[in-house]
């Protein structure tokens, strides 16, 4: 359950969409059960009430923090995740890995689905698996591990996480993951959408924006 006196921070807000910054352990939309309907989208429809029924052009996992886009009217929506599915959109993510994965940078290129028998866990299936597709670059240190950069090429569930600990890809897990590293349920990820561009939905503009983690000074 997310933590009540956290909130998203609204990075940008315009009649058309809502940028927003999603703190770690929160939901991206709402879940199966009463117990999971407190989420991102849930805390800034109090303040937007005229939001569309489902506003979140994409998502970001649980304990992913960062950068998340709002659509604040259905065109809007149309538009964004229309550009999500034809991969005019860039993003990019900030990690701290629990080692050093050896090289400087490369592109990681692994298939995966999930794994019926231990939800939400995604297993790599060269045959069965969606192909995933990463680009990364290592950053240096970080006083918990390896800071490197992921620039996502597409958008498969837990993707960087698996790409970054399965041994095919960097074999190196994300400090505090839970399901793929040696973190611990509750504790942060040091995961965070750090960087999104894409074309506003009215005018057609490119919009960059930017959004530090909270692991960095």
């Given at each position: 359950?997310?933590?009540?006196?956290?909130?998203?921070?609204?990075?940008?807000?315009?009649?058309?969409?809502?940028?927003?910054?999603?703190?770690?352990?929160?939901?991206?939309?709402?879940?199966?059960?009463?117990?999971?309907?407190?989420?991102?989208?849930?805390?800034?429809?109090?303040?937007?009430?005229?939001?569309?029924?489902?506003?979140?052009?994409?998502?970001?996992?649980?304990?992913?923090?960062?950068?998340?886009?709002?659509?604040?009217?259905?065109?809007?929506?149309?538009?964004?995740?229309?550009?999500?599915?034809?991969?005019?959109?860039?993003?990019?993510?900030?990690?701290?890995?629990?080692?050093?994965?050896?090289?400087?940078?490369?592109?990681?290129?692994?298939?995966?689905?999930?794994?019926?028998d231990n939800r939400p866990y995604q297993i790599y299936d060269p045959v069965h698996g969606k192909p995933?597709?990463?680009?990364?670059?290592?950053?240096?240190?970080?006083?918990?591990g390896t800071l490197v950069e992921f620039e996502p090429l597409t958008g498969r569930t837990h993707q960087?996480?698996?790409?970054?600990?399965?041994?095919?890809?960097?074999?190196?897990?994300?400090?505090?993951?839970?399901?793929?590293?040696?973190?611990?349920?509750?504790?942060?990820?040091?995961?965070?959408?750090?960087?999104?561009?894409?074309?506003?939905?009215?005018?057609?503009?490119?919009?960059?924006?930017?959004?530090?983690?909270?692991?960095?000074?």
């Open positions: 359950m997310a933590d009540e006196t956290v909130e998203p921070t609204i990075i940008f807000a315009d009649p058309h969409l809502i940028l927003i910054d999603k703190p770690g352990g929160m939901l991206s939309v709402p879940g199966r059960g009463p117990d999971k309907q407190d989420c991102a989208v849930a805390r800034i429809r109090q303040r937007y009430p005229d939001l569309p029924a489902q506003p979140a052009v994409h998502r970001l996992d649980m304990q992913t923090s960062g950068l998340l886009l709002l659509a604040r009217t259905a065109a809007a929506h149309r538009n964004l995740a229309g550009q999500f599915a034809h991969r005019r959109v860039s993003k990019r993510y900030l990690a701290v890995l629990e080692r050093r994965p050896d090289g400087l940078s490369g592109t990681i290129a692994l298939s995966f689905r999930l794994d019926p995933g597709i990463t680009q990364w670059r290592l950053l240096g240190d970080h006083p918990l960087l996480r698996v790409h970054a600990a399965h041994p095919r890809g960097l074999g190196a897990p994300i400090v505090g993951d839970s399901l793929y590293g040696n973190g611990r349920f509750g504790e942060p990820m040091l995961l965070h959408a750090c960087s999104l561009t894409f074309y506003h939905p009215a005018s057609g503009a490119p919009l960059t924006f930017f959004c530090k983690p909270p692991f960095l000074p």
